[in-house]
């Protein structure tokens, strides 16, 4: 009982990140890209000052509870002792993915900032960084979590062995394509908190660990 009642309540928390992860990305229209010229950068984050400060507090209340969900997932698959090093390996992953992000929030919060007294050559050098850089070490990140995580999901049952698979799968884009990071992250967090939260759902008296492979 205790045990489904940790999985569900892991469930739920990844749920609330996901609902935050694209709460983030929704308060504010799409940025301009790192091609933009400087005008253009400049009217964008004075029109939607707000929506970006909102933005990126939004992003900052995500890490926070993120951590709590990627550190409790490593605890859960670390139940299974050969797969220590590898739920460390993914959290290491969650870590940098959690950086990205914070480094995403603290330009955004600059841009927002500095639109009025900033010139024209800084702000689309940080529009280039929110644009570029931030992109490449979430998906440097994501793709570390995916797999060491996919590993030890396939090694044992802790979880459903298929979210394990998922997971390798989605690491292949999420290293390909750097702004694919963040949102293949989000989709394997809401299908496996999904899965979490119905296992969680069954009997009591059927084991975790016999319904889950």
């Not at 940098?96 to 600059?110: E, K, M, Q, R, V």
């Not at 850089?133 to 060491?148: D, E, K, Q, T």
């Not at 590993?151 to 292949?172: D, M, N, Q, Y």
């Amino acid at each position: 009982m205790q045990a489904a009642r940790s999985q569900r309540l892991l469930g739920v928390a990844g749920l609330v990140f996901v609902a935050l992860f694209i709460a983030s990305g929704s308060i504010a229209p799409q940025s301009p890209n790192s091609h933009a010229s400087a005008a253009k950068v400049i009217a964008y984050y004075h029109e939607h000052k707000t929506a970006i400060f909102v933005q990126a507090y939004i992003i900052q209340v995500a890490i926070l509870e993120g951590i709590f969900f990627f550190w409790f997932l490593r605890d859960r698959l670390s139940v299974f002792a050969p797969n220590r090093p590898l739920a460390n390996i993914g959290f290491a992953g969650a870590v940098l993915f959690a950086a990205s992000g914070g480094i995403a929030a603290g330009t955004l919060w600059c841009l927002a900032d500095a639109v009025n007294h900033v010139g024209p050559s800084t702000m689309q050098t940080l529009n280039v960084m929110q644009n570029d850089f931030n992109g490449v070490l979430a998906s440097a990140g994501v793709a570390l979590f995916l797999v060491g995580t996919g590993i030890a999901l396939i090694r044992s049952a802790t979880l459903p062995r298929w979210l394990g698979w998922v997971a390798i799968v989605l690491a292949v884009p999420a290293l390909a394509f750097p702004g694919l990071g963040g949102p293949a992250a989000g989709l394997w967090i809401l299908i496996a908190s999904i899965a979490m939260l119905v296992l969680a759902g069954r009997k009591a008296s059927a084991p975790i660990d016999a319904v889950a492979t």
